[in-house]
């Protein structure tokens, strides 16, 4: 072994007090390095200590700070009472870059206990064959020839080049937890496990510990990582706290920290790109990290990845991009792109394959490419560029990419990952292969390029078993990894392996007794099996001699067999080496005979799963075995005896029935042993108490007397005992580790569990056969305690050769040794041993031990995967080099026969065989007598059958019938009803049988048979060997079928766009004048309703359609003059310009330019595609599509004819076989010398048929199933099993003897009746023969023509049939030839479509990028020029409206005018009252609206314009008043001034708004233009881009290869008169193509002359207009001074006729004349209703009067009356007092009727209730109610 910093030996040696005293002086060093260092911050301490703050919330976490830290903190932040330039130096104190802490301080040490006189390096460690293959990053690279890995709590840095071993202590002694190395290969970290552990950062290649890190998690850490420079250094803890720091290495300060997540991380790393960003993965979650700045200084944020719709999975490899993207892998294949925190797309491969088939556990990024390496053994290579740009296209967010290279290291590979070996010129890699190896590998992919090379091999799962040879330095292991290896520890190399179908789990070598070479090997397997194995050294073999690179050492399989069912534990010799034990979990121990080939002895049972055997050494009387079974049971069995030769094939078992077993039932015990140390304890408490009692008594006897006494009584009444601990049973066994023999009946034992921490001795009781083990329970009779085993057991115990030294083996992977006497069997001496942490702590328990021959070594195995070889500390010194000795090959091993091995784990056992060889025999036996009851039930049955046979032949009377012959019905009835139960019960039992072969086939059927729309038939000839064979088709594909709509429809031109807007706008005013016409008809329609009317309203009419006539007379010839003048402007407007050119001729001729006499191909680079041939794939697969279909139909049509063929060849055989029928009657007449040949019947072919190979009956079926059940029966050879039931239906069969025999019942029937419609020949008579007479003669010859005849006839019908049917196929095969021809290149028309498809697929997403950019650019070129054109128009509208202002203004001039008439005294006065202008209030909305304020200051500015324009016209209108109207002036007139002053004022404010709105339209026009020139150019540069991408995919293209399959004759391209080898300058021109350019070239001769002729007449055409041109302007100025004379000999002036004729009529007198006619009408009408009215009133005044002479009459008769009346009131006031002296007949009347009323109320009353108590009654009747009498009623 190589330690650095190797001390001398002496040194070394020294007991616990040394090793203390170390470590004190390691805390003095570490301390005293603290102090000088306490001051030692940076900046970003202070954020460290903020972020410590938040990590006090987080679960589970304890101090971020050691105490120490604090202090100096604390220390630190003292500055107050130093000044400035003390702090500035504190500042600068850091640790020095020369500072290396001491190894030999920082090592963990082997423990051993005090004053035991054990050396320090007791166990040396020497090698280290194994490799925890399965631990993270458990690979590094120092330099290009060293590697590094963990392997318990050593540290390995290994030279792969020379193999040495160079080992690193952990410094916690609780093992590593990872490691890496800084990206400048100078240093490397150690994390460790363990309380708080810490960091250790060694300098290499010194392997000096450079830096330490302390406090950074709590348990372990999982992942370490340096920044892309070095400087920074992340780590993050395992459960339970998973803590992230970011630490500044150098100075042992952590600068972030913060919790990273729930679960298990399993990686941390930095950006390369940026030292701020990190990212951690691990069990189901991705994290980003980012060091940000905040307000209370630097913070380390985390965003965790969202999954989305893609499954949850755990991450174990990815790579941060150089952009800030993560790439990460699945636990399904794929890659995982994230952007920000989500997932940007998924990456598989095409066809929706995964990138690797299993989780993809490291990715890199190396040279500009993405390695992959996933856990099925493949490194895939994948361009960056593509990763990097990879988008989602689809809703399934998955992107189909194919990898650049790719290399399958090997098979059962499972890289875990890569680190890359930095050699100039080679690209050459190590990886970590968790299956067990270490590989390196060539990733150059060139010519050159290395296979993969294994460059170690190790065990990869849990080793099971060691063993070393008993004559030399050679070990062998086992594992749960299918695999056994040998090395040679002396030597430290690794021999050979040798793999198997299941793993290996015990192991042990075969005795020198049995092997004196010791070259056997016992193995145990997880099936049960055992196999011997023998080594020899190959090259002793004559057959390798002279060969080269022959191993060292090979392995022979020398026999095996199985007796066990189960997982083999334990293997283990009887001391003399003849019997063999096995040990199993199926509660089974076997014995073997060993000196015969190991033959079975027998085996017996035991109470639970056995898991060690152990043989009872010399020193015993007898033999016996010690078996130790995991559920507590520990059994002793004697050695069983082997039995003479004798036949053991009578005997049914193996089991060993009669063996005296002694068992002993563990029973805990160790609450009492913990109750008796306590009692024990107490008592010698009670002990030191009692006589420190009596010791006080005395001396307070002395000092006080007699109350002493009182007081001692008092303080022992107050003492009270602490109850003892009570027994405790656990509820589950404690299982039983391991154990040896102490002596005859004795054994110790080692416990797991509750019972763990004691070795306990035990007893076995004496044997007793009839006593149940699992009613037993025993007891230990002693113990002994072991140190430090209460939670750490004792796994396995061995002894040295001398048996002085006991190894045990701890469950956290210690190796612990005990120095013992030779005959201390009682262990008596257990307190001193020594101690030493070598595997890992948390999962490397040691599973075995071995020591060597000569106790030299030391071996361990342990289920990390390790196996370290230690060196026994000896005083004896051993220098020379020592090699094991490989046994020499056996003579003739060569060419022994190897055994069969046992591979098949289902395989029978040795009892199973047995047990099913006696089944067989019994079964056999059973067969044999079932055989014999069938033979007599077969000649019973043929008995019976006879006499059946002899009861049909006696007469119908005599017959018993059928019935007759039960014996009984009932048995019959439940014979049958048996078997349709049973027969029920067989399709119960195979109904899963059956629904499953129904599935499959119906599965077979859609995939292979559904599809199909025609099988292929052939067609055979029946005469010649011509054959015709249909097309297999399939059902139209999806191109056929489907048409995708294409995302880039072809933009329309501008000159479409042009038409089709001009069709438009012409339709829209077609449709608008047919709109407003229809309006105008309707209100015409509206104003014709009838009714009556007056002469005045008559008078009225006619004057309004007198004015109407007039004015629309005006309006129709100021329409005329305004449609003349529009006919000018465009007359005006069309006329050419000097330099005009035709825009067609411009455009033809620059056309001609650019196209005439160059002929672009389209694999010229300046070629321009028309916009009609531009292509895409949706166009592309439409074409396709239309093939497929066009291919489809010519197929089915060329299908059908086949099929019409077939069915005619069908009816032709059916003809053919009634015509052979009718032959046969005839030859049969006739005599046999002139028979002609029959013709033979043509047959139907199995392939002119394929729909019958579908059809199967219940024979073919039988049939095939003997065929599986035969093939069966040869395949499972010595096995009896059930048929498969996998087995198919067998529909693909067709019978062979009806494989020619298509004919139906239709063409049987059609046959039969042909036959009997044939000929009837005459039957010869049956009397006796005589001599035909002449007649008869004659009609016998006449007979004999006609048969010969029709003889002649049917054969030659046949012939005709056959040749016909030939001809018809012949004619049909040549049809087919041609269309095959045409198939075939169809077929490569696809394949070029199909590619061309794929091309344009791949463009088409770009293609549509632009082509959307085009579409919008020329949509928004649309909009704005459709804005332009409404603006165009809104401001011709608005031109229109002030055109017809300005004439209504003139119009306004032109009516006053004409009202003043001719010399008018008042026209000026008048004039200028019409045009003063008057500033006028204008009308204002009172709403808050923000248009009103902005319009606000232009209506200022009108109003400043008003005032300047009337204080300019001031002095004109101080001159006259326009408020009253001059003397002898016509008021109406000056009326009709002011009037119309008003209507000037609003004309001129309407002028106003109307140029306002066109000058906004305009600036907003000017402001339109300028965007549509941008976007004109941003279209142009779209249409460019368009156009060039549209270049490079024809360009892409014409690069596809297409064939045309040419003859010799269409070749015309000849060199020398040969045909060239390079066609490459060639063009393919159809025969069409050429005509239509032989025909061009005279089309383009004539078209020449033509133009030269059109052009001759168009120069003269030219001449004569300029000639008439001249002419018609003298013309011109003719007629214009003809108007001018007459203008003046009329008018006397020249005036303007349009003005003269809208003056045609004053509007407004008009106007006033209608008015007039219209208010005398009304005012006649309101007369006539006030005379209507005043007749009224006067008839109503003669009624009053009437009235009131009436009433004077009446008050005249009553004064007389009134007269009269007072006269009769004097006479009654004489009489008064006698009124009064006695009661009033008044009163007496009125209170006689009160009491009548009162009494017809209280009836009324009474009758109501009646009624009411009626009504309430179900069912009562009811009366009318009481009504009063007449009289009452009367009275009231």
Not at 454 to 472: Q, Y
Not at 776 to 785: A, G, W
Not at 1372 to 1379: A, E, F, G, I, S
Not at 1784 to 1804: F, G, N, S, Y
Request: aromatic share 8%; net charge negative; with cysteine.
């Amino acid at each position: 072994m190589k330690e650095p910093d190797d001390q001398d030996t002496e040194g070394g040696k020294s007991d616990r007090s040394k090793s203390s005293g170390k470590q004190s002086i390691k805390s003095e060093s570490r301390y005293g390095f603290e102090d000088t260092t306490d001051d030692t911050f940076t900046e970003g301490e202070e954020s460290y200590l903020e972020e410590d703050s938040d990590l006090e919330d987080l679960e589970g976490s304890s101090s971020s700070l050691p105490y120490d830290y604090v202090e100096s903190k604390k220390a630190s932040q003292e500055p107050p009472g130093l000044d400035a330039e003390e702090a500035e130096e504190e500042l600068k104190k850091k640790i020095s870059e020369s500072f290396f802490y001491d190894y030999m301080e920082l090592a963990s040490m082997p423990f051993v206990t005090p004053d035991s006189n054990i050396p320090l390096d007791f166990l040396v460690l020497v090698h280290s064959f194994g490799y925890d293959c399965r631990k993270r990053a458990n690979l590094q690279l120092l330099d290009s020839s060293t590697l590094m890995y963990i392997a318990g709590n050593q540290l390995i840095l290994l030279n792969f080049k020379t193999k040495e071993q160079t080992y690193l202590r952990s410094s916690s002694g609780q093992g590593i937890g990872v490691i890496g190395v800084h990206p400048y290969k100078t240093y490397f970290t150690v994390a460790e496990k363990g309380s708080f552990p810490n960091i250790i950062i060694y300098e290499y290649p010194s392997l000096k510990p450079y830096r330490i890190l302390r406090d950074g998690t709590e348990k372990a850490y999982a992942y370490v990582d340096f920044n892309y420079n070095g400087t920074l250094l992340a780590s993050v803890g395992s459960s339970p706290d998973y803590t992230l720091t970011i630490w500044n290495w150098k100075e042992e300060q952590p600068i972030l920290r913060k919790k990273a997540f729930s679960q298990d991380v399993f990686k941390v790393t930095f950006n390369p790109e940026d030292d701020e960003q990190l990212t951690t993965a691990g069990s189901g979650h991705i994290k980003f990290w980012e060091m940000a700045y905040t307000f209370t200084g630097l913070k380390l944020q985390g965003s965790l990845g969202r999954f989305g719709k893609t499954t949850t999975t755990d991450i174990e490899g990815y790579i941060e991009l150089p952009d800030g993207k993560v790439l990460s892998g699945t636990e399904w294949g794929n890659l995982l792109l994230w952007e920000g925190s989500l997932i940007k797309v998924e990456l598989c491969r095409s066809g929706m394959k995964s990138c690797h088939h299993g989780p993809i556990n490291q990715i890199m990024l190396d040279e500009g490419e993405v390695i992959t390496a996933g856990s099925d053994g493949c490194i895939r290579i994948w361009d960056f560029e593509t990763i990097d740009t990879a988008d989602i296209i689809d809703d399934t967010g998955l992107l189909e990419i194919e990898p650049i290279n790719e290399l399958q290291v090997d098979k059962n590979v499972n890289l875990f990952s890569l680190i890359k070996i930095n050699t100039p010129g080679y690209n050459l890699w190590l990886a970590q292969d968790s299956n067990g190896a270490i590989w390196k590998l060539d990733l150059s992919f060139s010519n050159i390029t290395h296979d993969p090379e294994r460059l170690f091999s190790f065990h990869s799962e849990a080793i099971e078993a060691v063993a070393t040879s008993p004559l030399t330095y050679l070990m062998a292991t086992t594992a749960l990894d299918c695999s056994v290896r040998i090395y040679d520890f002396a030597s430290k190399n690794s021999l050979a392996q040798m793999k198997f179908k299941q793993g290996g789990t015990a192991l042990t070598w075969v005795p020198r007794i049995v092997s004196y070479s010791g070259a056997q090997i016992v193995v145990g397997f997880e099936d049960g099996v055992v196999r011997i194995l023998e080594l020899y050294d190959p090259k002793g073999l004559t057959i390798f001699a002279g060969r080269k690179k022959v191993p060292d050492v090979d392995i022979y399989l020398r026999q095996v067999f199985k007796p066990h069912t189960a997982q083999v534990t334990a293997l283990a010799y009887e001391r003399d080496a003849e019997v063999l034990a096995t040990g199993s979990k199926d509660h089974t121990v076997f014995f073997f005979e060993v000196e015969k080939d190991y033959k079975p002895i027998g085996f017996i049972n035991t109470p639970g799963p056995v898991c060690q055997l152990i043989w009872s050494s010399v020193l015993h009387p007898d033999s016996t075995l010690l078996i130790l079974c995991e559920n507590g049971y520990v059994l002793e069995a004697p050695c069983p005896t082997i039995k003479e030769e004798e036949d053991d094939r009578d005997v049914v078992s193996y089991e060993i029935s009669d063996m005296c077993l002694k068992c002993f039932h563990f029973t805990s015990v160790k609450s009492k042993i913990l109750r008796s140390i306590e009692i024990e304890k107490r008592e010698k408490q009670k002990e030191l108490k009692a006589k420190e009692r009596e010791a006080r008594r005395k001396k307070l006897i002395e000092e006080m007397g007699e109350d002493a006494e009182k007081e001692l009584q008092e303080e022992e009444e107050e003492e009270e005992e602490e109850p003892l601990p009570e027994i405790f049973i656990p509820p589950n066994p404690s299982p039983i580790l391991c154990g040896f023999y102490s002596g005859p009946g004795k054994f110790w034992v080692s416990l797991g569990g509750y019972d763990s921490g004691f070795l306990y001795h035990c007893e076995f009781p004496s044997c007793d056969k009839r006593s149940n083990f699992e009613e037993q329970k025993d007891e230990p009779f002693d113990f002994r305690f072991l140190e430090n085993t209460e939670e750490n057991p004792i796994q396995t115990i061995i002894f040295s050769f001398s048996q002085t030294m006991m190894f045990c083996g701890m469950r956290n992977g210690a190796v612990r040794v005990y120095i013992r006497s030779h005959d201390d069997h009682s262990l008596t001496n257990l307190d001193y041993y020594w101690h030493f942490n070598m595997h890992d702590n948390d999962y490397g328990y040691v599973k075995s031990m071995a020591t060597s021959f000569d106790d030299r070594f030391l071996m361990t195995a342990g289920a990390d995967n390790n196996i370290f070889v230690f060196n026994v500390y000896s005083e004896l010194e051993f220098l020379k080099i020592i090699k094991a000795k490989v046994p020499s090959p056996k003579f003739g091993i060569e060419t022994e026969p190897s055994p069969e091995d046992i591979e098949d784990p289902k395989a029978y056992s040795i009892e199973n065989a047995r047990r099913k060889r006696e089944h067989d025999k019994l079964m056999k036996e059973m067969e044999e007598l079932k055989a014999g009851k069938r033979e007599q039930i077969r000649a019973l049955r043929n008995e019976f059958w006879k006499l059946l046979e002899m009861n049909k032949e006696l007469p119908k009377h005599m017959q018993f019938r059928r019935t007759d012959f039960d014996l009984d019905s009932k048995i019959r009835a439940d014979i049958d009803r048996k078997t349709v139960y049973k027969i029920h019960q067989v399709e119960k039992e195979l109904a899963w049988e059956k629904e499953k072969h129904e599935l499959g086939l119906m599965k077979l059927q859609n995939r292979f048979r559904d599809p199909l729309e025609n099988d292929t038939t052939v067609v055979y000839a029946i005469q010649t060997n011509h054959k015709i064979s249909s097309y297999r088709l399939v059902k139209p594909s999806k191109y056929s079928k489907y048409k995708r709509t294409s995302q880039s429809e072809r933009r329309p031109s501008k000159l479409e766009r042009f038409e089709k807007e001009g069709s438009g706008k012409r339709d829209s005013q077609k449709d608008t004048g047919e709109s407003i016409i229809m309006q105008e008809e309707t209100m015409i329609e509206k104003g014709k309703i009838f009714r009556p009317r007056t002469l005045s309203e008559i008078m009225i009419d006619n004057q309004i359609e007198k004015t109407r006539k007039l004015i629309q007379k005006a309006e129709r010839a100021q329409l005329k003059i305004q449609q003349r003048k529009k006919e000018w402007e465009e007359l005006y407007k069309s006329k050419p310009d000097e330099d005009y050119e035709d825009p067609k001729d411009v455009q033809a001729i620059k056309e001609a330019q650019v196209y005439m006499g160059d002929f672009n191909l389209k694999t010229a680079p300046d070629y321009k595609i028309p916009e009609h041939m531009r292509i895409n794939a949706a166009k592309k697969e439409e074409e396709l599509g239309h093939l497929v279909s066009l291919v489809h139909g010519k197929k089915m049509q060329m299908n059908k004819c086949i099929l019409s063929l077939r069915d005619l060849k069908v009816a032709v055989i059916e003809e053919i076989q009634c015509l052979v029928q009718e032959l046969k009657n005839i030859q049969s007449t006739l005599h046999i010398s002139k028979h002609i040949p029959i013709p033979q019947v043509p047959q139907i072919h199995p392939e002119e048929v394929p729909e019958k190979r579908f059809h199967y009956d219940e024979e073919i079926l039988k049939k095939f199933k003997r065929q599986r059940m035969k093939i069966e029966v040869q395949k499972r050879s010595h096995m009896d099993q059930i048929v498969s039931s996998s087995a198919g239906r067998g529909f693909l069969k067709l019978p062979s003897g009806k494989d020619g025999d298509v004919t139906t019942r239709d063409s049987l029937s059609r046959s039969s009746r042909a036959s009997t419609f044939s000929l009837e020949l005459p039957k010869p008579p049956e009397f006796e023969k005589t001599e035909p007479t002449e007649v008869e003669l004659e009609i016998m010859k006449r007979d004999e023509i006609k048969h010969l005849y029709m003889q002649e006839y049917l054969t030659n019908r046949i012939k005709e049939l056959t040749v016909t049917f030939d001809a018809e196929l012949r004619l049909l095969r040549h049809q087919k030839l041609k269309l095959d021809t045409q198939m075939k290149l169809s077929d490569l028309h696809h394949v070029t479509l199909f590619q061309e498809i794929l091309l344009l697929k791949n463009f088409e997403k770009q293609e549509n990028i632009l082509q959307e950019r085009v579409n919008s650019c020329d949509k928004e070129e649309q909009d704005m020029q459709w804005k332009i054109n409404e603006l165009l128009k809104e401001m011709e509208e608005r031109k229109n409206e002030i055109t017809k202002l300005q004439e209504q203004e003139k119009a306004l001039y032109a009516g006053f005018q004409t009202a003043l008439g001719e010399n008018n005294k008042f026209a000026n006065f008048l004039l200028k009252v019409l045009k003063k202008k008057i500033k006028r209030v204008k009308k204002k909305e009172v709403e808050g609206d923000a248009d009103e304020d902005e319009e606000s200051d232009e209506s200022s500015e009108d109003e400043s314009s008003l005032e300047s324009d009337e204080e300019e016209s001031g002095s004109e209108d101080e001159v006259f008043d326009d408020s009253i109207c001059p003397t002898n002036c016509d008021k109406a007139l000056f009326e009709l001034a002011l009037q119309l002053r008003e209507k000037r004022l609003d004309i001129e404010e309407a002028l106003v708004e109307e140029k306002k709105t066109v000058d906004n339209l305009k600036k907003e026009y000017d402001t339109l233009s300028k965007k549509v020139k941008i976007v004109a150019t941003n279209l142009n540069a779209a249409e460019e881009a368009l156009e060039a991408y549209q270049r490079e995919k024809q360009q892409q293209l014409n690069e596809l290869l297409v064939v045309f399959p040419l003859k010799l004759h269409q070749v015309e391209y000849m060199q020398s008169g040969e045909i060239p080898h390079d066609l490459s300058g060639t063009l393919v021109f159809s025969n069409l193509s050429l005509g239509r350019l032989q025909a061009r070239i005279i089309q383009l001769h004539e078209e020449n002359v033509k133009q030269q002729k059109l052009n001759k007449e168009c120069r003269e055409r030219r001449k004569r207009l300029i000639r008439e041109k001249r002419e018609m302007a003298k013309t011109i100025r003719k007629m214009e001074e003809t108007v001018r004379q007459l203008m003046i000999d009329k008018f006397g002036r020249v005036i303007d006729l349009e003005v003269l004729q809208t003056l045609s009529v004053n509007t407004t007198l008009e106007e006033l004349k209608i008015r007039k006619l219209r208010k005398e009408l009304t005012n006649a009408k309101e007369m006539k209703m006030w005379e209507a009215k005043i007749a009224q009133l006067r008839w109503e005044l003669m009624m009053k009067t009437k009235e009131h002479t009436k009433k004077l009459h009446q008050m005249n008769d009553l004064c007389i009356e009134k007269k009269q009346l007072d006269s009769r009131l004097n006479t009654l006031q004489n009489q008064q007092g006698n009124a009064f002296q006695g009661p009033r007949k008044a009163d007496i009347v009125a209170r006689e009727k009160i009491t009548e009323l009162v009494q017809a109320q209280a009836q009324r009353i009474l009758a109501l209730k009646e009624e009411i108590a009626l009504l309430r009654k179900k069912g009562g009747l009811i009366l009318p109610p009481i009504r009063p009498t007449q009289e009452n009623e009367m009275n009231l």
